[in-house]
């Protein structure tokens, strides 16, 4: 019987598994990926062939391997994010004989995929970047900015606008690119956090794809192919609760070891009771996002549940570990492991949708969409 009823004793195992994985393997890199800004492409392939890209059979699983894999490094754990939202949508709306080689690699850790949404005239409203249709071939043009693993990753998710502006959410397409398609080109940025995966630009000159490397029907792209964006959002909220959860052990450890005044710093509600709220918090903000990988595993509606995790989770996990980090006193501003995970966490709050929007979604759930127009 496990503590948790979300968990079952094969999940646990799974978790235990993965967990010693990725503190052999990715936890020593953590600090130095920062600084180096690239993948060991091996070790995602290591991560792979242990069947920890993607295994979403239940979801739960991969909920749980997102966790242990963020407690290493929430950077390196973004390619199980990436793997685990563009994964689906292929497997939901490509064409089996287009995306299934691509399937493949993505599992075995020996493509990363990146998805392109954001544009350079709004993330929030995004969707404008040019997509014409000539015969057998649709033609891109434009930029997509922002874009996580712009760099590093071998194809793309990319949505563009195939109907008219004034159509709004109607008359977007999405499409599965590969990277190495005459006329992209890519940028990388000088990011605060996440570092390792990093982001960029992407930009497309006349590039040419076939018209079977569609996701979903045309126009239809973000009606259909957003919805995916539920599963990672309870996704990113385990991983930044992840991040919080090591965070607290450490402080909590620290708290007991370090004396001042004669006493543990532990003895001092002021350096106590933060903590202990946090824990509080942390706990109950990691079954919102189990309960709503739950509801997915049981086909039932979570977008509003999902956004909740994606508002909560990282301005928890940031508000967390910036306690923790002042727990530590002068020790926690040296650069190194708790700062890192701060820059880290706090691209979440606005990466794969802000709060605003999360809260705007939830209130449409709630009051009606034509109550709340935003
Ligand atoms: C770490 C990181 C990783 C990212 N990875 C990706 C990726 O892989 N792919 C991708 O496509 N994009 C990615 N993005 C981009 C991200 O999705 C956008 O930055 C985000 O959607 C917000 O868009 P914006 O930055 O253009 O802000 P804007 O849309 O210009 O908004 C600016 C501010 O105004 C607020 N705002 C906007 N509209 C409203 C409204 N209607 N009501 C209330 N407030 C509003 C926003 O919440 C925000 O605080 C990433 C961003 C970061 C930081």
């Known amino acids: 019987m496990t503590k948790n009823p979300y968990i079952t004793e094969d999940l646990e195992f799974l ?5 010693k994985f990725a503190q052999k393997y990715i936890a020593p ?31 739960l699983a991969a909920g749980i391997i997102h966790e242990a894999v963020a407690k290493a490094d929430l950077s390196f754990s973004y390619i199980n994010l990436l793997a685990s939202l563009n994964g689906q949508i292929l497997a939901e709306h490509g064409q089996p004989e287009v995306v299934e080689p691509w399937l493949k690699k993505l599992t075995a850790g020996e493509a990363i995929f990146s998805i392109a949404l954001t544009e350079p005239r709004g993330g929030s409203d995004a969707a404008r970047l040019k997509i014409e249709r000539d015969g057998d071939e649709y033609i891109i043009n434009g930029e997509k900015t922002s874009i996580s693993a712009a760099d590093q990753a071998d194809a793309s998710v990319v949505f563009g606008r195939t109907g008219a502006n004034e159509d709004g959410a109607h008359g977007v397409t999405a ?20 570092r390792a995966i990093g982001r960029g630009s992407i930009f497309f000159d006349n590039v040419r794809v076939p018209v079977n490397h569609r996701l979903g029907d045309e126009n239809k792209g973000f009606v259909q192919v957003m919805q995916g964006f539920d599963f990672s959002r309870a996704l990113i909220g385990l991983q930044v609760l992840a991040v919080a959860r090591v965070s607290l ?8 070891q ?29 079954l919102l996002c189990l309960q709503t990988l739950w509801l997915k595993d ?47 966490v706090l691209g979440f709050q606005i990466g794969d949708g802000t709060a605003q929007i999360m809260k705007t979604i939830i209130a449409r759930k709630k009051a009606g969409r034509k109550a709340v127009p935003a």
């Not at 543990?264 to 942390?282: D, N, R, W």
């Open 15 to 19: 978790a235990e598994t993965a967990e």
């Open 29 to 59: 890199g953590f600090l130095e990926r920062d600084q180096s800004r690239v993948f060991d492409r091996d070790l995602v392939k290591k991560m792979g062939e242990m069947g920890f890209i993607a295994p979403e059979l239940p979801e």
């Open 175 to 194: 499409l599965l690119v590969p990277m190495n398609l005459s006329g992209i080109s890519t940028t990388r940025f000088d990011c605060h956090g996440q």
């Open 249 to 256: 052990d450490e402080a909590w450890e620290y708290a007991a």
């Open 258 to 286: 370090r004396e001042a005044f004669g006493q543990p710093l532990s003895a001092f509600q002021g350096v106590s009771h933060p903590l202990a709220e946090y824990e509080t918090q942390v706990e109950a903000a990691r």
């Open 298 to 344: 049981n086909h039932l509606p979570h977008t509003s549940e999902a956004g909740m995790c994606k508002w909560w989770g990282p301005k928890l996990a940031y508000d967390v570990i910036h306690q923790c980090l002042l727990t530590f006193g002068h020790a926690g501003y040296d650069r190194g492991v708790m700062e890192q995970r701060m820059r880290d």
